[in-house]
């Protein structure tokens, strides 16, 4: 890969605004949690230090206590406490590396695939077609099939037909609320949303697509017709993009890179201050409706011409 063109970062006053926003929801979560302001004063001065040491070395140079407190603004004495402690390192749990690698095959293999794409429901054993232990085995031959259908029915992730057949649920795409699943996917998905951000505000040429569809002021009922719709296309473009990376993997020699795709969907009841104060996208970035006391968007600015009254919508670049 070439190497990115860094530019100016945007200055730090122009960042307070849109880091509360980021901020907040992770703040809920933290007081919920339990997480007080000075245990999250100790994680953020840690993990300071952490970047600076790792992240900001100059070429050739070994980092000092001295320029790791000026980058971070922390004081010497505590850098020199908390440096050393190795770069952190993400890995991923054994149970969620297992199941999302027999989920991934099970929903993306042909052979475990109907005409449709969709995962087949397996009988347990079989020797002449697809079954669940040959699924199983095809990934690892360090579990039995028996223990990972029994952990998958506890779970939730599979059920069992009329014919005794194993049926991948709809659970099996959402890990369970709070558990360890769910709480590494949290973690992995929203560093790698950000870290893709943050990239293209930094790089001279945004590298990582990073977009969104948005309309404000909808009626309630329209705005969860809207999501049962986005879900529908989200799962297809997710299974679509599984089933080629599944198929391209075959075949790749392997190496140290990773790719991710990933989709989300939000909707809330916002109150009307907050979507008057929600930023804009700016023109040059992306088509939007006009700003002005128009009645409606122009045609140009949306797929389709909208009756007076009626929200606007608004793309994010």
């Not at 095959?105 to 052979?111: C, F, N």
């Amino acid at each position: 890969m070439s190497e990115p063109n860094p530019r100016l970062p945007p200055d730090a006053g122009a960042l307070q605004a849109p880091l509360a926003r980021l901020l907040r929801p992770l703040v809920r979560l933290f007081v919920r949690s339990g997480i007080t302001f000075p245990a999250l004063t100790d994680l953020l001065r840690e993990l300071y230090v952490n970047v600076a040491e790792y992240d900001f070395a100059l070429p050739g140079k070994d980092q000092t206590d001295s320029r790791v407190s000026l980058l971070t603004g922390i004081h010497r004495k505590e850098v020199r406490r908390l440096r050393g402690a190795g770069a952190p390192v993400s890995a991923v749990p054994a149970s969620v590396s297992r199941t999302s690698r027999i989920i991934a095959r099970w929903i993306a293999a042909p052979d475990f695939t109907d005409a449709d794409g969709r995962p087949r429901a397996l009988p347990r054993a079989g020797e002449d077609g697809p079954s669940f232990e040959g699924l199983v085995a095809s990934v690892t031959r360090d579990l039995r099939p028996r223990a990972v259908l029994d952990e998958w029915l506890d779970r939730g992730l599979v059920t069992l037909d009329d014919a005794d057949r194993i049926v991948l649920s709809e659970a099996a795409f959402v890990p369970g609320g709070g558990g360890t699943q769910q709480l590494y996917y949290f973690g992995r998905n929203l560093h790698d949303h950000i870290a893709a951000a943050v990239a293209n505000i930094l790089e001279e040429k945004p590298r990582f697509l990073e977009r969104a569809v948005h309309y404000d002021g909808l009626s309630p009922a329209l705005a969860r017709r809207l999501e049962t719709r986005a879900r529908e296309i989200a799962m297809d473009a997710l299974q679509q993009a599984n089933r080629e990376a599944h198929a391209a993997c075959e075949t790749d020699p392997g190496g140290d890179a990773r790719w991710n795709f990933g989709i989300y969907i939000y909707a809330e009841d916002a109150p009307r201050a907050q979507q008057e104060d929600a930023p804009r996208a700016r023109e040059e970035d992306a088509p939007r409706a006009r700003e002005e006391d128009a009645p409606r968007a122009r045609e140009e600015d949306a797929p389709r011409a909208r009756k007076a009254g009626r929200p606007r919508p608004e793309a994010k670049a």
